[in-house]
Each structure stands twice: as structure tokens, then as C-alpha cells.
């Protein structure tokens, strides 16, 4: 079963990788979808349980709608891909009201935490968000200990455009980034992502509690910086659009508030997630870790239920 799914996705990726050719005919990416749906047809599986739980669950849409979505989903992915390799660049991406963010980032006196998440071309997003200001401030990105080859290309890719510097996590990463935004600097960071990539805090998502890492959070209340959530999709017109929402403002808490701080920074990221991934839910890539994230939830709870003398919390 594992061979035939993943011939299946080859299959399908060199596909979609043929219909790149034709980007320059079809720049909103509508005929290509389209295209690429009636292969996801032929080609992929009719269902994958962790997308297609996320999509009827979640999203509450029926069956052909959530396998529409489903195969969306994997169109979206190998857009992706192409534009990590370096195979195809993101032709046409924009960051919204550019010049109030960069007038942000240039005036801004404390350090800033962008938080972002897996959606769309993010990394075109970071990339278009770098370019915008005229700033003199640092940029570093906060990424796992272990990457493949492909994101180590795609990332020195980015950082031969504009400065940008890499912190792999687990070797000291958390307090480089630390210093860096107690010396006003900017820390780049995936708010996404479930404990496995670090330690967790709880937060309500499309009606679900996940337990989502805290790291962004926390770093930006040890540091006393700003956040400034920063996300980026694909439009109708099948330009990269890159868009920051309300600064969340630094808060210097007392030791004893900075667990409520934390918390409430990360529910407010998950909230602005929510709206975006209620519009372009396809784009998200990280549907096949909510299952995870709810589990995760789901366990905590019942260790203290077990826990306490009375059996609940």
C-alpha cells in the first residue's frame, strides 16, 4: 500500500511539474488546478484519513467537497516543492501595505518576533516581507536541528537575496534568538507545529484544543518583543500574497503572569490562523498534523484527570 501511494504521488507530482510549463498561459493558476484535479482523480488515493477527518471534521464539508479539497491540498504541496527546489520561482508575490510594514519595522525600538505558519509560499512570503523595509535590523530564522537538502537549498536561496541567518534549533537557538530581539533585532518563527518540535501549550482551533508549541510566544516575552503575525496564500489572481495583521505589542509581565502571557499570545496567533485557513483551507500544508495536535490535547487531559483525587479536573 505505501509503494502504490507513493508511485501514485510521483506520479502525480510530475504531472503538475508538466503543467508548470504552461504558467506563462495560465498565470492564475485556475486551468492548472483544474487540470491537476482530474489527474488527483485518476491518480491519488479517494481518501487519506488524517486530511480527510481535518476537512469533514473541522471544516465540516461533505465527501466530494473535502476530497476536492484533499486533492487541492497535494496540487498546493507540489507548487511548493517547485518553488523550494528552485525548479519554478514564484513569479508574481506582493506583500500588502508594505510601506506601513516597513515604516513598522524601521521605527520599531524593541526587538520583533514574526510569526508565521505553513501556509501558501511562505517562504516567498518571508522573503517579500524581508525586502520591504529599508531597515538595518538583523533577520534570524528559528529552524529545526534537522533539515533535508532541500530546505537547506531553498533557505540559502532566500539568503542570497536579502540577510537572513539560520538558527537551528537545539543548539542554543532559543537563547541566540533571545539576545538577538533584546538587542532589536527581528526572530523568525512557525507557530504551527505540534510537541514533537517542542514543549506545547494549549490553544482553540476550528472548535478543537491542540496542543501547539509555545516557543514564539515564549521568546518573544523573554525578549520583550514585539509580534507580528505575517501570512501569505495564493489569491484568485495566483499571486503570492503576503499580509501582516495587527502587532501583537511586547508586555513585560510579572515572572508569575508569564505562563497567562504566553498562552494568550499563542491563542491569538491560532485565531488569526483560523480565518486565514477558513479561506484557503487547500493551502495549508499542516492539516495532517491537527490529528496529532488533538491527541496530544486529549492525553494531557485525561493524565490530570487520572491524576486528581477525584478522577476530573
Request: hydrophobic residues 50%.
Amino acid at each position: 500500500m505505501g509503494n502504490m501511494f507513493e508511485r501514485s504521488t510521483a506520479n502525480y507530482g510530475f504531472v503538475v511539474a508538466a503543467l508548470d510549463r504552461f504558467a506563462a498561459l495560465d498565470p492564475t493558476l485556475r486551468r492548472r488546478r483544474a487540470l491537476a484535479r482530474i489527474a488527483a482523480r485518476r491518480l491519488l488515493p479517494a481518501d487519506l484519513a488524517p486530511l480527510t477527518y481535518a476537512f469533514e471534521d473541522l471544516l465540516g464539508e461533505s465527501t466530494t467537497s473535502a476530497r476536492r479539497l484533499l486533492h487541492d491540498w497535494f496540487f498546493y504541496r507540489q507548487l511548493e516543492a517547485a518553488s523550494w527546489s528552485g525548479a519554478v520561482r514564484c513569479g508574481r508575490s506582493t506583500l500588502l501595505d508594505a510601506a506601513s510594514v516597513g515604516a513598522y519595522v524601521d521605527a520599531c525600538p524593541r526587538g520583533i518576533v514574526v510569526a508565521t505558519m505553513h501556509l501558501g509560499d511562505y517562504l516567498e512570503g518571508l522573503r517579500r516581507f524581508r525586502l520591504a523595509p529599508t531597515w538595518t535590523k538583523r533577520v534570524f530564522v528559528v529552524r529545526r536541528a534537522a533539515w533535508s537538502e532541500l530546505e537547506a537549498r531553498a533557505f540559502a536561496r532566500v539568503a542570497g537575496d536579502v540577510d537572513l541567518t539560520v538558527l537551528r534549533s537545539g543548539r542554543g537557538a532559543a537563547v541566540a534568538a533571545v539576545r538577538e530581539l533584546k538587542r532589536g533585532n527581528v526572530v523568525i518563527v512557525l507557530f504551527d507545529l505540534p510537541e514533537r518540535f517542542g514543549p506545547t501549550t494549549e490553544a482553540e482551533f476550528l472548535g478543537r484544543t491542540l496542543r501547539v508549541v509555545r516557543g514564539p510566544a515564549e521568546l518573544a516575552v523573554l525578549g520583550d518583543a514585539d509580534v507580528l503575525p505575517l501570512f501569505t496564500h495564493y489569491d484568485e489572481r495566483g499571486i503570492s500574497v503576503a499580509q501582516a495583521m495587527p502587532v501583537i505589542a511586547a508586555m513585560q509581565p510579572p515572572r508569575a503572569e508569564r505562563e497567562r502571557r504566553v498562552r494568550a499570545i499563542t491563542q491569538r496567533l491560532w485565531r488569526f490562523a483560523a480565518a486565514f485557513v477558513r479561506a484557503d483551507p487547500a493551502q495549508w500544508s499542516n492539516w495532517s498534523m491537527v490529528a496529532e495536535m488533538c491527541a496530544a490535547s486529549n492525553r494531557r487531559r485525561d493524565d490530570a484527570a487520572a491524576a486528581s483525587p477525584r478522577g476530573d479536573v
